[in-house]
């Protein structure tokens, strides 16, 4: 059985509003549990099927531009969103967050406004972040912590003299280096 598309009025199987009334609501609860790039709503849409019947293109479009005008949504809105989430939850540097929005399908242009908003204080924020994590790896011996921590920092973006840097202040902050404090050894 072939899926057909709908919405141009070809009178076969079922009603074209009642498929596009339905996919709508699909799009609408997917809208309640996260926020949708424009993309991944065309996904949804060009992905629903009722019946071995879809939307086509231009029921879609018309669907997107009615949620689009109901401010359902709205890529600028979103990308701000995930930049702000970005960097103060999951302490993401400039290239994490362009392809966290990339992979949501944003428009480049899109991505560089909302990045464009955002201070270039990528080092003050891996050291922020470095320091988070530097305590935790007490246990480690330096090399391995830096090597963990400078590896931890470039997952989350940060190009790779700004993870070094960091790493080595945060690691050094909290007591690996050698110049940051006494250490007693006993001798018997």
């Known amino acids: 059985m072939q899926s057909q598309e709908v919405g141009s009025g070809d009178g076969v199987g079922i009603d074209p509003s009642r498929l596009r009334g339905d996919a709508e609501e ?10 949708l790039s424009l993309s991944e709503a065309r996904m949804v849409l060009g992905g629903y099927e009722q019946n071995a019947e879809r939307l086509d293109a231009s029921a879609i479009d018309d669907v997107i531009d009615d949620f689009c005008r109901r401010g359902y949504l709205d890529d600028t809105l ?28 944003i428009p480049r242009d899109v991505i560089d406004a909302a990045l464009d908003d955002v201070p270039d204080d990528d080092a003050e924020r891996a050291l922020e972040y470095a320091r988070s994590k530097a305590r935790a790896m007490s246990r480690l011996d330096s090399d391995t912590a830096l090597r963990r921590l400078v590896g931890q920092l470039s997952r989350r973006g940060y190009n790779g003299s700004i993870a070094m840097t960091a790493a080595k202040t945060a690691l050094t902050e909290s007591s690996f280096g050698s110049s940051s404090g ?6 018997d």
């Not at 699909?26 to 926020?35: D, M």
Request: charged share 25%; aromatic share 2%.
């Open 78 to 105: 979103l990308a701000g969103q995930l930049v702000t989430s970005g960097i103060e939850r999951k302490g993401q540097g400039r290239v994490a967050l362009s392809r966290a929005l990339s992979q949501r399908g």
């Open 182 to 187: 006494v250490r007693f050894v006993d001798s």
């Open 26 to 35: 699909l799009l609408v609860r997917k809208l309640r549990t996260r926020s």
